[in-house]
């Protein structure tokens, strides 16, 4: 018989602020790709302006369960590493302003979101229960209909 994985998620919400602009193209360039998001306004660039949303996030851990204990990861430790090391650093900010956006010139994009946080976090949850229990995928809503997933295996 083989082992039996179990998966857990933990979800948590934050607001902020973001602008999508790509440095290297023309006003015109950015309105035409981002349209609303962009964070020009007008064809002439003289309204800069960044615009909200109420993020979800889902921090989804898979793994064995601890017979000891009967989790796979303590929502309470998980909640600490998503609130210490993201909510905190990104609730009610300019995600534009984050250090890792303003060093790789990223657009703080859904898709972009998800490799930070994953970044931010992997190593933290891996080290929990090594080789027991790892993150799994991290889904990323920027509104209530729209989100993005990454999903990455276990490496062996």
């Given at each position: 018989?083989?082992k039996t994985?179990?998966?857990?998620?933990?979800?948590?919400?934050?607001?902020?602020?973001?602008?999508?602009?790509?440095h290297?193209?023309?006003?015109?360039?950015?309105?035409?790709a981002?349209?609303?998001?962009?964070l020009?306004?007008?064809?002439?660039?003289?309204?800069?302006?960044?615009?909200?949303?109420?993020?979800?996030?889902?921090?989804?851990i898979?793994?064995?369960?601890?017979?000891?204990?009967?989790?796979?990861?303590?929502?309470?430790?998980?909640?600490?590493?998503l609130?210490?090391?993201?909510?905190?650093?990104?609730?009610?900010r300019?995600?534009?302003?984050?250090?890792?956006?303003?060093?790789?010139?990223?657009?703080?994009?859904?898709?972009?979101?998800?490799?930070?946080?994953?970044?931010?976090?992997?190593?933290?949850?891996?080290?929990?229960?090594?080789?027991?229990?790892?993150?799994?995928?991290?889904r990323?809503?920027?509104?209530p209909?729209?989100?993005?997933?990454?999903?990455?295996?276990?490496k062996?």
């Amino acid at each position: 018989m083989g082992k039996t994985i179990v998966s857990v998620t933990k979800h948590l919400t934050f607001d902020a602020s973001h602008y999508l602009v790509n440095h290297n193209w023309s006003v015109a360039q950015n309105i035409e790709a981002f349209h609303a998001c962009s964070l020009f306004k007008n064809a002439e660039g003289t309204i800069l302006e960044p615009h909200g949303h109420t993020y979800h996030i889902e921090v989804t851990i898979k793994g064995e369960v601890d017979p000891d204990t009967g989790f796979l990861i303590d929502f309470k430790e998980l909640k600490k590493i998503l609130k210490n090391g993201i909510v905190a650093k990104m609730d009610h900010r300019l995600l534009n302003n984050i250090e890792y956006f303003k060093q790789t010139k990223k657009s703080p994009t859904v898709e972009n979101l998800l490799y930070f946080v994953w970044d931010e976090i992997e190593d933290q949850i891996n080290s929990i229960r090594p080789n027991f229990a790892w993150l799994e995928s991290i889904r990323i809503w920027e509104t209530p209909d729209s989100f993005g997933t990454l999903t990455k295996e276990m490496k062996s």
